[in-house]
């Protein structure tokens, strides 16, 4: 079945305790993305990235990371959580570039930093 | 302004009935347009994409896109309890350096049977 893989599900952590939340898509996409949801925001892209080794900044990359050395994985990194990122986060691919047919998304993983 | 705005809801539709949703967006050069359907604690799912001026239908669906009036809507027909959902507008939007996908903040709506 083509998807989206995303881990952990749900997740609470503690204000400064590195985390990375882990997502991998296997249908061969080479356009991967993270976003974030919060009440009223919508979803707001973090980082993206169109290749192996190719990732660029979203809207609010602030107090992430990521990387891409494989085409299927594209974790997101939090070196140091705080609670502004309590949220709910999506991974998601794409056959073309920026999503412009359309993205997979992921099943999402609430993340709670107290 | 922000880039693409909806009406944040709850809309409220009778089953059977037609369900209007609507979209505004600021960038009159944007090419490519989404509707995607989120069910509560669920991730979005992809329902009609729409390129060109006019009209689209797939199923029980219609989008319906005007450029001049940066104005995208979604048609539902026969409304069933289970498209109740939140739905979530996506346009192609230019940036400093590439084009990007930007979401609205997603229309609520219920469908009382």
């Known amino acids: 079945e083509a998807q989206v893989t995303q881990n952990p599900r749900y997740l609470i952590t503690v204000t400064g305790k590195k985390l990375t939340v882990t997502c991998s898509q296997n249908m061969n996409h080479e356009y991967m993305s993270w976003y974030r949801q919060d009440p009223g925001l919508g979803l707001r892209q973090i980082y993206y990235?169109?290749?192996?080794?190719?990732?660029d900044k979203g809207d609010v990359p602030e107090g992430y990371k990521v990387s891409r050395k494989e085409k299927r994985n594209f974790p997101l990194i939090l070196e140091s959580p705080s609670p502004n990122q309590t949220s709910l986060y999506f991974c998601?691919?794409?056959?073309?570039?920026?999503?412009?047919?359309?993205?997979?998304f992921g099943s999402g993983t609430r993340l709670t930093v107290v | 302004q922000k880039e693409v705005e909806q009406n944040s809801g709850p809309l409220s539709v009778p089953e059977g009935a037609i369900a209007s949703l609507n979209c505004t967006y600021s960038d009159r050069v944007s090419q490519s347009f989404f509707w995607y359907r989120q069910y509560s604690g669920k991730s979005p799912e992809l329902i009609m994409s729409i390129y060109s001026n006019g009209d689209k239908e797939d199923g029980r669906f219609t989008a319906q896109l005007n450029k001049a009036s940066q104005y995208v809507s979604l048609l539902i027909r026969d409304s069933q309890p289970s498209d109740s959902a939140t739905y979530l507008c996506a346009v192609n939007i230019r940036g400093s350096s590439a084009s990007k996908i930007i979401f609205g903040s997603g229309t609520r709506l219920s469908i009382r049977p």
């Open positions: 998601a691919s794409s056959l073309y570039p920026l999503g412009e047919y359309g993205y997979t």
């Open positions: 990235s169109m290749n192996v080794e190719v990732t």
